[in-house]
Structures are given as C-alpha cells and as structure tokens.
C-alpha cells in the first residue's frame, strides 16, 4: 500500500509568493496532522484535522497560513505571502485518532529566498 | 506546552545502552515515542497509554510514569542502525499529538 504522498518535495520560492503544499494520507485513516520542522523550533505542529474536519489550529503561526482537508483524500497547507523564516520541513501525517501511531510523508522542503 | 527531553545529544560505542527522558508539564493520556533517521520522516516506535504496561520493541522498551508526567526510552545492546533522533509524542486527552525537544543519539563502531 502506498504511504502518505507529499508534493512538492523539495520548493523554493521568492519572499511574497504564494506556496501550496499537497498532502494524500493513507486511505481509511481518519486523522491527518501538519507538522513544520526546523532546527530551532523541532516538530511543531501547525493543525490537525479528524474525519476532514479541523480540530485545532492553535499551532499555525499567523494568518498567512491556512489549511484544507476538502475530502478524505487530500489536503492542502497554504502560505501566502511567504517569508523567508517559513523555510523549513513541512510534513504531512496521518493514522487513526485513538491509537497515536501518525504515518508521516517525506516531507516537503521550503526554501524562501 | 512542547515535552522536554534528556540528554540533547549522546554518543554511544555499539552494545552500549542508552536512556533517553521525557518529560511534560502537562497531564498525560498517552505517550509515543519516533524515530527520526537524517533526512527522512519520523517512524513510530512504539506508544504507552495511561495505566497501560511498558512495552518493547526489540531491543528497545519504554515506561511511563502518570503520576511524574514522564516516560524514559532504553536502548539495550546499541546497534548502529540506531543512529538518528529520538522523539517523544505526547497526547492530553485530545489527540493534539506534540513532540518533544528530541535526543540527538549517534552509535558509532
């Protein structure tokens, strides 16, 4: 079975651009989880969303980010304008909400000049 | 609030053991603990519920203490495939998965 599908891998982009990152999590989990990792801040986490639905978006840092779960299938990160301190790690994670084991994608690489 | 972990950083000679801690200011449901090789994705180790046992995984197992909101990671007989970042998740009650400041640990020959 194919695991959690993140796109692009790897994006760099000019400050002020708009940057959409894709999220397809591993069907029938009902969970998905967006982290960003840097080396001075660690795993954070930005929103979770449960059966499409999001829970809690306390971590997204400003409103320039923002966050969709349209379906069951995919999900979308959005940045808008981006700053160059948005660089980071951005993983997508999903599993099922009561066991705590998250399946993680590869993770998409943002570099803002 | 993001669990503290100990050490930061380890470096152990194969067959070592190692324990790495967590520890959160906040009541705990759960507690899970990743791994985190160098430019890949954390992959799950194994996960401790409240009231629950410690659990194993090969040669690693864990603990949770409720009561001290802390769980403690042991590497028995460290392997080189070890290598990598420890992460500690943890969960209160709402499945708002948080992970920890991480332990750096390298395994060498």
């Known amino acids: 079975d194919a695991g959690v599908i993140q796109s692009p891998r790897h994006e760099v982009t000019e400050m002020g651009q708009e940057v959409t990152l894709r999220c397809k999590p591993i069907s029938g989990h009902n969970s998905l989880f967006w982290y960003r990792q840097t080396m001075m801040r660690g795993l954070e986490l930005l929103i979770y969303f449960n059966n499409n639905v999001p829970i809690d978006d306390s971590g997204m840092p400003e409103d320039r980010f923002s966050a969709k779960m349209p379906n069951a299938s995919f999900s979308t990160l959005k940045i808008q304008p981006s700053e160059p301190r948005d660089s980071a790690v951005y993983f997508c994670a999903s599993g099922y909400l009561n066991t705590g084991e998250l399946f993680f994608g590869e993770g998409s690489r943002l570099t803002v000049l | 609030q993001q669990p503290v972990q100990s050490p930061q950083a380890v470096i152990l000679r194969e067959g070592e053991d190692a324990v790495i801690n967590c520890s959160s200011s906040k009541a705990l449901y759960s507690v899970h603990w990743y791994r985190q090789k160098h430019g890949e994705a954390p992959v799950f180790l194994m996960i401790l519920l409240k009231g629950g046992e410690q659990k194993g995984h090969e040669k690693i197992s864990a603990s949770f203490n409720e009561k001290k909101q802390q769980s403690s990671l042991y590497l028995t007989a460290s392997q080189l495939s070890y290598s990598g970042t420890y992460f500690c998740?943890?969960?209160?009650?709402?499945?708002?998965?948080?992970f920890g400041t991480g332990t750096r640990l390298k395994v060498l020959a």
């Open positions: 998740g943890t969960a209160s009650g709402t499945y708002k998965y948080i």
